[in-house]
């Protein structure tokens, strides 16, 4: 098969086919609807590689590994949905603190609790932000289509291993199920980005200590630079230390590290007309329906625009508010009771009408569900 060649594939495959272009040679999971077929793809192709795949336990000890396996020098992955991404946490706060790069998938499902296995939902937006506890820095991803699918997970690895972090993908079950004829890229044209090492003729090496950046270079486990590992407040040698200035250094960099970079790890889809009125702001599957409604509406006359989210945290905050400094009304469609939509009330002020569309009853938002929204308020 040639890479020019048009593939159908799923949103799943294409993740799974994503993360093995990035460089990923380990895999820990637990079945669960409806991520279950990424874990199938990577049981299948992993092992041809000679890389790991293991079912574990449970979601808790599915993200402990890959913490693990990433310590040990692999590009590590697990991927879940609804609860089983509850359950992952407090190991994914541990990543955090820790400094280890993995990738994240939660393919998106109703809730709460075990809600609706094979249902759709965008319910979890605020959950990748703040599921975890304390201050720690997020980067979670959305795409929109399968071909996207494949192009993020690439990104999420890079991400990760660029900021020594865990990176989230946020899929939802119609992107993750979706069907689609794609391109993938030649080989050579994909960039892929390993974590920065540690200088080797350095005698001492201090595993937290960062570069101007805010990342501290990484050294492997059996690399010969044995270091502490600790989910404890640290210093630079990486064992436990309390002390105010220490912490404080510490959880501010951090976060630092990645929202001072934000500019570059922000990506947006804007097509704005310069009268616009309108501005539709959507993310994920939903989007798919917000461009349509969109062109419909454009069609009829309507000035209206779009920003389409593809970086979900960092939150573009201030592109935001500038794209919007003119328009009157703002409509953010979303699979859930309105999580982003409070986050894009942050960037206007009080004389622009900001509302949603919502459905929570596990059904996809339609074109016209967006159309009839913006043609009722008109009325």
Excluded at 11 to 36: D, W
Excluded at 203 to 210: G, N
Excluded at 269 to 278: K, L, N, Q, R, S
Aim: with cysteine.
């Amino acid at each position: 098969m040639k890479n020019s060649e048009a593939v159908l594939m799923q949103g799943n495959e294409a993740c799974v086919k994503g993360a093995l272009q990035a460089g990923a040679t380990f895999y820990a999971g637990y079945p669960i609807t409806p991520s279950s077929e990424v874990a199938e793809g990577f049981a299948e192709e992993l092992p041809k590689m000679g890389g790991k795949f293991i079912q574990m336990e449970d979601e808790i000890g599915s993200m402990a590994a890959i913490i693990g396996a990433s310590l040990a020098g692999s590009k590590s992955i697990t991927a879940t949905s609804g609860p089983g991404f509850s359950l992952k946490q407090e190991n994914l706060g541990y990543a955090c603190m820790a400094e280890v790069p993995c990738v994240v998938v939660n393919v998106q499902r109703s809730g709460p609790s075990t809600g609706g296995p094979t249902a759709s939902s965008q319910g979890d937006v605020m959950q990748a932000k703040w599921g975890t506890h304390g201050d720690h820095p997020v980067i979670a991803l959305s795409p929109y289509s399968v071909r996207e699918t494949y192009d993020m997970t690439i990104q999420a690895f890079n991400l990760a291993e660029k900021f020594r972090t865990p990176v989230i993908l946020l899929l939802d079950e119609v992107v993750g199920h979706l069907r689609e004829n794609v391109n993938l890229p030649k080989r050579d044209e994909i960039k892929i980005i390993n974590r920065k090492k540690p200088n080797e003729n350095e005698e001492e090496y201090f595993p937290y200590q960062a570069d101007e950046d805010g990342i501290p270079p990484m050294a492997n486990f059996g690399e010969g630079k044995p270091y502490h590992v600790t989910g404890l407040h640290h210093d630079k040698t990486g064992f436990p230390n309390l002390k105010p200035e220490i912490v404080d250094d510490l959880i501010k960099r951090l976060v630092d590290k990645v929202e001072k970079a934000s500019d570059e790890i922000i990506d947006l889809e804007v097509d704005i007309p310069e009268d616009a009125e309108t501005v539709i702001i959507s993310y994920g599957s939903v989007a798919r329906s917000a461009i349509s409604a969109c062109k419909d509406l454009s069609t009829k006359g309507e000035k209206i625009g779009y920003i389409r989210l593809k970086t979900i945290w960092p939150f573009p905050y201030e592109q935001i508010t500038q794209y919007l400094k003119c328009v009157n009304n703002i409509i953010v469609p979303e699979m859930n009771l309105g999580q982003i939509l409070g986050e894009v009330e942050k960037c206007v002020d009080s004389n622009q009408n900001v509302r949603g569309v919502h459905r929570v009853d596990t059904h996809l938002i339609t074109p016209q569900d967006i159309i009839k929204s913006i043609e009722r308020e008109e009325k």
